[in-house]
């Protein structure tokens, strides 16, 4: 069965670090999101992506996050200067066609980013 | 109006018990109302789905029951076994690509 693969597991990273988080959404899927969970918390949205640029964003994704598609399978997250704040597990979804309303999404098993 | 108001926290229930799970919405818009269900160390995985011209969808064991009015809708497990042990998110969305928005989760427990 195809499955969303997130690298790395597990990140520790000092305050202040730029981190990059990988995503492989599943290879017919259109639309790209990324999700973080506070440990204990609900899950929050951050980010949609499709055809190569931003769809919507939540307003916990500020300045100091991005995301790049850069060939055509992997879908990043990069932020550039982690706070404390940012420690979450950060989930990567897709779907094959927009998510929310008509179909299906599907979860990696997170990346786990402590931020000391 | 983007939240999903999500209750119990938490919920132990005996072998064969029906655990139920409620969320309130207030925004209208949504129309799209799926549950997913969280095992520690994995992502969230879709486990049934609802829109609002249905009062109720069944899929196994898993029963949605959805109130357009009161602007309500739960999630019944009838029979629990404790591999239905996880965390149950439910969540919401507007039409079109719009992301979904998860209530804070129901942590549920089985016990035998």
């Known amino acids: 069965e195809p499955e969303v693969t997130q690298t790395p597991s597990h990140q520790v990273t000092q305050m202040g670090q730029e981190v990059i988080l990988r995503c492989v959404p599943i290879?017919?899927?259109?639309?790209f999101y990324w999700y973080r969970q506070i440990l204990g918390q609900k899950v929050e949205f951050l980010v949609s992506f499709y055809n190569n640029e931003i769809s919507e964003k939540s307003e916990i994704f500020d300045d100091q996050f991005s995301v790049e598609r850069p060939d055509g399978s992997n879908f990043t997250l990069k932020i550039r200067s982690t706070k404390l704040e940012d420690s979450a597990m950060y989930f990567c979804a897709s779907s094959q066609t927009s998510g929310g309303a008509t179909g299906e999404l599907f979860f990696g098993e997170g990346s786990r980013l402590t931020v000391l | 109006q983007q939240q999903v108001k999500q209750s119990p926290q938490s919920l132990i229930v005996q072998k064969g018990g029906i655990p139920i799970i409620n969320c309130a919405y207030e925004?209208?818009?949504?129309?799209?109302f799926p549950w997913y269900q969280q095992f520690p160390g994995k992502g969230p995985a879709l486990l049934i789905a609802?829109?609002?011209?249905?009062s109720e969808k069944k899929e196994g064991r898993f029963t949605i029951s959805f109130n357009k009015s009161a602007k309500q809708f739960s999630l019944h497990i009838m029979d629990s076994q404790p591999g239905d042990s996880a965390t149950y998110f439910c969540a919401a969305s507007k039409a079109g690509n719009t992301p979904l928005v998860f209530g804070k989760g129901t942590r549920l427990s089985v016990i035998a």
């Open positions: 925004n209208t818009a949504f129309d799209y």
């Open positions: 609802i829109r609002p011209d249905v």
């Open positions: 290879s017919n899927h259109l639309y």
